[in-house]
């Protein structure tokens, strides 16, 4: 991949939009039909689209919690180790008051509704049992069967 369609591919990584990353990577193209066509060309190159798909799964996997972060988070709130800003309006004086922002750690809803999360996630819950397996099936001819 050329300098060039490396930096048309992170132009295009930004908004998506072909006729302006082309026009980015290229100055010297000045029309917008011309930049489309031509970007839309690039986008066809094996190289090109494969280091565009790399680099937005990256974006992607950066931007979104994996299940282990989930189940890290929940308990940390089930322990009562994080905390949260809340809004508490304070009184002093004849009728005055005023709003602050504190930091608390997790109520005892909040930390239940972590450790009932996290249990179902374990199925520490369940009453049912999950069985698997292969049962045999013989079907008989009939032969056996008398009145």
């Known amino acids: 991949m050329t300098e060039k369609q490396q930096k048309f591919a992170d132009e295009y990584i930004i908004d ?3 006729t302006r990353a082309y026009k980015a990577a290229y100055p010297n193209v000045k029309k917008d039909n011309v930049a489309a066509a031509a970007g839309a060309r690039l986008l066809r190159i094996v190289k090109v689209a494969a280091y565009i798909e790399e680099k937005l ?3 992607s996997s950066q931007k979104t919690a ?3 972060e989930v189940m890290e988070y929940l308990t940390s709130v089930m322990r ?3 905390e949260s800003s809340v809004v508490v309006v304070e009184g002093y ?7 602050k922002i504190i930091e ?3 109520d005892e809803k909040e930390r239940l ?3 009932e999360l996290l249990g ?3 199925a520490i819950f369940t009453d049912k049992v999950k069985a698997e397996g292969a049962i045999p099936v013989v079907i008989s001819g009939g032969e056996d069967l008398e009145d």
């Open 104 to 106: 608390k750690p997790p």
């Open 66 to 68: 994996n299940a282990q």
């Open 113 to 115: 509704k972590a450790a």
């Open 80 to 82: 009562g180790e994080s």
């Open 16 to 18: 998506c939009n072909a």
């Open 93 to 99: 004086g004849e009728g005055c008051s005023e709003a």
């Open 57 to 59: 799964a990256e974006i």
């Open 120 to 122: 179902r996630h374990y």
